[in-house]
C-alpha cells in the first residue's frame, strides 16, 4: 500500500509543478500587462488609468449598474451557448456517423459559416423584433457554428480500427458509438466549445449595441457617446474576466472528461 502511495505522489509532482509554475506565469504575465497599461496612461495617451477604472467600476457596482448589466448579458450568453453547443453536437455527431446526413447537412453549414452571424442581425430584428429572443438567436448562430465542425470532425477522425475491433467483438453500433466514438470525440467538442463561447461573447456585444436596454454592450455604448472612457474598460475587462472564468471551466471539465488522454 505504501509503495502505491508512493507511486501516485510521483506521479502527481511533476503535473503539481507544472501547474504551479503555469499560475506564476500568469501572474507575471497580469502584472506586467497592468504595469504598461498604466505606464501608456500616464504617457499621455487617451487611456484612463487603471486607478480610474477601478474607481469607474466600484461607483458602478455600488449602484447596481454593473450588477444588472453583468445578469443580463450572462443570462444572454449562457442561453445562446449552452443551446447551440447542445445543437452542434448533436448534429456533428449525426453527420461524422451518417453518410446520408452529412451530405444533407453540410451544404448548409458550410453556406452559414461563411456568413457571420452579425450579418443576419438585421434580418433577426425584423423577423423576432426588440426583445431577448434575436440577441439569444444570434448568440445560438455563432456557438452552433464554430462547435458543429469540430465536433464532426471529432467523429469522422476516430480510428477506424477501434470501430472495426468493437464490431469483431460483437459490439452493436450503439455500444460502439457510446464507448468508443463519444469518448474519442469529446477533445474536439470541448475545443469547438471553447471557440464558440469566445464567439458567443463576441456576438453578444454587437447583438447589445441594437436595442438593448441592459447589458454590458449596451452599457458601454452609452457610455461612447459621452465619452466615458473609465465605464468602457469596465465593460472591456468584465467581458475578458468572465470569459476568462468560463472558459477555465471549460478546461477543468475538459481535465476531468478526458483524463485518458496525454497531455503535454
Known amino acids: 500500500m505504501a509503495v502505491i502511495n508512493a507511486d501516485a505522489t510521483?506521479?502527481?509532482?511533476?503535473?503539481?509543478?507544472?501547474?504551479?509554475?503555469?499560475l506564476v506565469l500568469n501572474t507575471v504575465s497580469v502584472v506586467a500587462g497592468v504595469t504598461i497599461w498604466w505606464g501608456l496612461?500616464?504617457?499621455g495617451l487617451?487611456?484612463?488609468?487603471?486607478?480610474?477604472?477601478?474607481?469607474?467600476g466600484w461607483t458602478m457596482i455600488q449602484d447596481g449598474t454593473l450588477v444588472t448589466d453583468v445578469g443580463a448579458s450572462l443570462g444572454r450568453v449562457l442561453a445562446g451557448?449552452?443551446?447551440?453547443s447542445v445543437a452542434a453536437v448533436l448534429v456533428g455527431f449525426v453527420m461524422g456517423w451518417y453518410t446520408v446526413a452529412r451530405g444533407l447537412f453540410e451544404p448548409w453549414i458550410q453556406f452559414f459559416r461563411t456568413i457571420p452571424p452579425l450579418a443576419m442581425l438585421p434580418l433577426v430584428l425584423v423577423?423576432?423584433?426588440?426583445?431577448?429572443?434575436p440577441k439569444i438567436f444570434v448568440?445560438?448562430?455563432a456557438a452552433f457554428l464554430a462547435c458543429v465542425i469540430s465536433?464532426?470532425?471529432g467523429v469522422v477522425s476516430v480510428d477506424r480500427t477501434l470501430i472495426n475491433a468493437g464490431r469483431v467483438l460483437g459490439a452493436g453500433d450503439g455500444t460502439i458509438f457510446a464507448r468508443v466514438v463519444v469518448p474519442a470525440s469529446t477533445p474536439f467538442i470541448l475545443v469547438g466549445m471553447r471557440v464558440g463561447l469566445g464567439s458567443a461573447w463576441g456576438t453578444l456585444v454587437a447583438a447589445e449595441l441594437l436595442a438593448a436596454q441592459?447589458?454590458?454592450?449596451h452599457r458601454m455604448q452609452s457610455a461612447q457617446l459621452y465619452y466615458d472612457l473609465p465605464t468602457i474598460f469596465v465593460g472591456i475587462i468584465t467581458i475578458g474576466v468572465l470569459g476568462l472564468i468560463m472558459d477555465r471551466l471549460l478546461m477543468l471539465a475538459g481535465g476531468k472528461l478526458t483524463a485518458w488522454q496525454e497531455n503535454r
Open 81 to 84: 451557448f449552452v443551446l447551440g
Open 214 to 217: 441592459a447589458g454590458l454592450g
Open 46 to 56: 487617451q487611456f484612463p488609468s487603471p486607478a480610474e477604472v477601478v474607481a469607474a
Open 41 to 43: 496612461s500616464l504617457a
Open 127 to 133: 423577423l423576432m423584433g426588440i426583445g431577448e429572443s
Open 139 to 141: 448568440i445560438f448562430l
Open 151 to 153: 465536433t464532426y470532425q
Open 10 to 22: 510521483r506521479a502527481a509532482t511533476p503535473r503539481t509543478r507544472k501547474s504551479r509554475t503555469f
